[in-house]
């Protein structure tokens, strides 16, 4: 089963740019797609940007032209670029596969 780890998260000021990373153990990384999924606080997860193996991505509208997810399949990781970050997308940002693997999450809040 493939293990994901996610890195990059931290504490930025609102119009910040951040890149979180998610890399992956195992093979057949590339044949995945992966999700991007955030959790705020007293609310449910939500989905918030994927990349196919083909590169083909989709993105939430909530962070459409903000937030873009890439992949670097020889280091086995993904990425999720954000930039423009609002108060609103402060939460716990995970990682999935589409075979149902998830990572352990990093944080990003958003303040002044």
């Known amino acids: 089963q493939v293990q994901l780890v996610e890195s990059g998260g931290g504490s930025v000021q609102p119009g910040a740019s951040l890149t979180l990373s998610c890399t992956a153990s195992?093979?057949?990384?590339?044949?995945?797609?992966i999700g991007w999924f955030r959790q705020a606080p007293g609310k449910e997860r939500e989905f918030v940007a994927a990349?196919?193996?083909?590169?083909?991505?989709a993105s939430a509208d909530s962070v459409r032209g903000r937030f873009t997810a890439s992949r670097d399949n020889a280091k086995n990781t993904v990425y999720l670029q954000m930039s423009s970050l609002k108060f609103e997308d402060t939460a716990v940002y995970y990682c999935r596969t589409s075979e149902g693997s998830w990572g352990q999450g990093t944080q990003v809040t958003v303040s002044s």
């Open positions: 990349i196919r193996w083909n590169r083909n991505t």
């Open positions: 195992g093979s057949a990384f590339n044949r995945y797609t």
